[in-house]
């Protein structure tokens, strides 16, 4: 029988938009999956309950993080994973905001925008990876054909890993989409990410969060006043891969960095979380060993049984894992595998 508690929380109104506002820390969740490339159950829920456990604001799934491939019909794992993590974040003490991937074309979003609010979802992290050839026109209405299902939220992913170059008069056109709720800022590039910032200073818009995925500059992103426009933007939350590792400690910086004026000392912090990103993300092999190193990471604290991922040619580059070595001895404080290593057993229960 379920908890009256969390019976509560799955049938009272929950304002996700409101809390999206307070500046939430969300991690892209990974696939566990077994050594035959199917679907791992047990550690797949173990990685939810260890989020929900460190402290998370929501959860992103079905992302570049989880993996685009789920959706190969001979894999078959989009819904799957959705239903898994949705499950366990009912279970929560309180209330979480739901994000799930969207992607494709328009007929495939729109598909994939219905599936995620059958399952409860708030929200499509809406990826336009594969619209590069399309013009800015035909981009905005996509994107207004899958905001009319679901709440958006717009997704900068940088073009090495599968993104496109969006402009800063996309993002304008963008910012007029009545049911757009936030955006993640992804490109790795300054430039870029100010192209999305002036945009929605420009639209006079108030109810458009800005959250990085920016895991080249996570802490500074947080730490930086954007004045554009005759207005002084924030980014108060971050949505990112990086974060669906060392998630407690995560959840902390978060905390410590929202909307807080630089300092020496949150500036050096800055430093060791890109430096232990470019390991995690392999930054020296153009990213390509970004979703592996996560595994590792996770392999090696207990919450995943070995790095595989749906591509059997996607694994660690040359040099990453002594990359990654390093800054495990470099930055203990920003590991939390004292935490995991308490609770472990629990979560694989």
Wanted: hydrophobic share 45%; aromatic share 8%.
């Amino acid at each position: 029988m379920e908890n009256p508690r969390t019976l509560k929380f799955m049938t009272a109104p929950f304002d996700f938009r409101s809390s999206l506002r307070q500046g939430l820390a969300i991690p892209a969740h990974p696939l566990a999956l077994t050594a035959q490339r199917r679907l791992d159950e047990r550690h797949q829920r173990a990685l939810t309950r260890y989020y929900l456990a460190s402290g998370v604001g929501g959860l992103a799934v079905g992302v570049h993080t989880t993996q685009f491939g789920i959706r190969d019909p001979k894999v078959g794992l989009f819904e799957p994973v959705l239903a898994l993590a949705a499950e366990e974040m009912s279970r929560a003490a309180s209330p979480l905001v739901r994000i799930g991937g969207v992607c494709g074309s328009t007929a495939q979003a729109v598909s994939e925008a219905a599936l995620l609010q059958r399952h409860g979802y708030h929200a499509a992290l809406l990826s336009l990876g594969a619209l590069r050839d399309a013009s800015e026109s035909e981009l905005i209405d996509h994107c207004r054909a899958v905001a009319e299902v679901i709440p958006i939220i717009g997704f900068y992913l940088q073009p090495c890993v599968g993104g496109c170059l969006l402009t800063h008069s996309f993002w304008s056109r963008f910012a007029e989409i009545e049911n757009v709720v936030a955006i993640k800022i992804a490109p790795f590039n300054r430039y870029q990410t100010l192209d999305v910032i002036r945009a929605i200073a420009e639209s006079g818009r108030e109810d458009i969060m800005l959250y990085t995925g920016n895991d080249d500059s996570i802490v500074t992103d947080f730490l930086t006043p954007f004045p554009l426009a005759g207005r002084e933007l924030r980014i108060i939350g971050g949505l990112l891969g990086h974060w669906s590792v060392w998630t407690q400690r995560a959840v902390e910086i978060h905390q410590r960095c929202r909307l807080a004026d630089a300092t020496p000392e949150l500036l050096r912090l800055g430093v060791e979380v890109t430096d232990s990103n470019a390991a995690f993300f392999d930054a020296a092999n153009g990213f390509r060993g970004c979703i592996a190193g996560l595994h590792e990471v996770l392999r090696r604290q207990g919450l995943m049984k070995g790095l595989w991922c749906l591509d059997e040619n996607e694994t660690l580059s040359p040099g990453q894992l002594d990359e990654i070595d390093r800054v495990y001895r470099a930055n203990p404080h920003l590991h939390d595998d004292a935490f995991i290593a308490q609770h472990r057993d629990a979560w694989l229960s």
